[in-house]
């Protein structure tokens, strides 16, 4: 999973920062989508801005305000959520304000019309984590560049919208480029700053992120407000799910759904050739089976497996894993009913069950949302892989029983 309730986070000097007054907007794309527009203004102790948010249905206006420390540490941020309808139609929909402390993190707010309260321990300060909002990587490589002599740190961050704490690696790579990544990964996202440590672009493709953003002068908020609303995207990557039976076999398969979004899929920066891929998005693809299955000549015992695949121009590999729940340390943790389930970056070689070989066909059009599916064949079925031009599957039967 990208969150985590404890982590152990190298705390940051409280060296002064140089006071300062900038202004921009950022645009965020997934592919040819709009995802998220931002517009900020920061003074040494103020950070101030407007959001436009689709990957929410309907649309979402966010305006934010945040206090800045000497040393650039954010001590309160406070934002509103505003839905977006046609028409003009508006609807409050979320207010809530963060207080940073050096140990705990509090947030308190309102939801519709309900109200809520937490605090969180965040040992050693937590800076706010917010998505798509680019204003704040910007505090977070000041708080990087201003540890002195190190070009790379660890940050606690905490998201604002369910108080998750997570860590991020920051490196400042050199006075116009910086890299932020999950302390676990060893993709990150890439940022290319000017020398006053404005980003200017950013590049998650290589992440399982996928975003990119670009700064630009100005934006037109208003204008957007009227173009945007109306028109969410919802969620970027869907669930969706298979459920069938299939020569007496009870099989279920859940999934996330990606969609094209006028990017080549196949053997670029969205699934590389030979690399393993999560076959969907977000959490692992679950495979559940009621009775034994022959798939690729193994027997698979009923159960439930996550489903990979290692996709090449030569050919492609289904794996079948037998990890289903979120990576574990301790007997107690790997014991605890409530562990997550896998998220699908979370891939572990070691607990694969079986690695069989799929037919590749080439479609006559494309696919633009991926999607997966079971079907009959003769005594057996066909799972099912399509996206882009292609076409990946794999054949299966019930394995016979036993005779006496």
Not at 42 to 64: E, F, K
Request: net charge positive.
């Amino acid at each position: 999973m990208r969150s985590a309730a404890c982590l152990l986070i190298a705390c940051l000097a409280p060296t002064q920062l140089p006071a300062q007054s900038t202004s921009g907007a950022f645009v965020v794309t997934l592919g040819k989508d709009t995802v998220a527009v931002e517009r900020y203004a920061r003074t040494a102790t103020t950070l101030t801005g407007d959001m436009i948010v689709r990957n929410n249905a309907p649309v979402v206006w966010r305006h934010y305000s945040a206090s800045l420390a000497a040393d650039g540490r954010v001590t309160r941020y406070e934002y509103t959520n505003t839905r977006l309808f046609t028409g003009g139609v508006t609807q409050p929909a979320l207010h809530l304000v963060g207080t940073f402390k050096a140990d705990t993190t509090a947030f308190a707010g309102t939801f519709l019309d309900s109200a809520f309260s937490l605090s969180v321990a965040t040992p050693g300060g937590a800076m706010p984590l917010v998505n798509y909002s680019y204003a704040l990587y910007e505090l977070y490589f000041a708080r990087a560049q201003a540890t002195a002599g190190n070009a790379q740190t660890t940050l606690s961050l905490i998201s604002a919208g369910d108080a998750q704490l997570s860590a991020r690696v920051v490196r400042v790579v050199r006075p116009d480029s910086a890299a932020v990544g999950f302390t676990d990964e060893t993709t990150a996202t890439a940022f290319r700053l000017d020398g006053a440590g404005h980003i200017l672009a950013v590049d998650g493709r290589a992440t399982s992120e996928k975003f990119t953003a670009l700064r630009v002068a100005t934006i037109d908020l208003e204008a957007l407000k009227t173009a945007f609303a109306g028109r969410p995207l919802g969620r970027l990557s869907p669930p969706d799910s298979v459920r069938t039976t299939i020569g007496g076999a009870s099989i279920a398969i859940d999934y996330g759904r990606p969609s094209m979004r006028g990017r080549k899929i196949f053997g670029d920066a969205v699934v590389p050739w030979n690399e393993v891929w999560r076959a969907g998005a977000n959490a692992a693809t679950r495979f559940t089976t009621s009775a034994d299955l022959l798939i690729g000549g193994t027997t698979v015992p009923a159960g439930t497996y996550t489903l990979f695949t290692l996709p090449s121009p030569s050919g492609w590999k289904l794996i079948l894993s037998k990890q289903t729940k979120a990576p574990c340390k301790t007997a107690a943790e790997c014991a605890d009913p409530r562990r997550a389930p896998l998220w699908g970056t979370d891939y572990n070689a070691d607990s694969d069950f079986v690695r069989v070989d799929m037919q590749v066909d080439k479609l006559a059009a494309p696919v633009e949302q991926y999607v997966m599916s079971v079907t009959p064949q003769g005594t057996g079925g066909v799972l099912k892989l399509e996206w882009e031009t292609t076409r990946a599957w794999v054949a299966f039967a019930k394995k016979a029983a036993r005779s006496p």
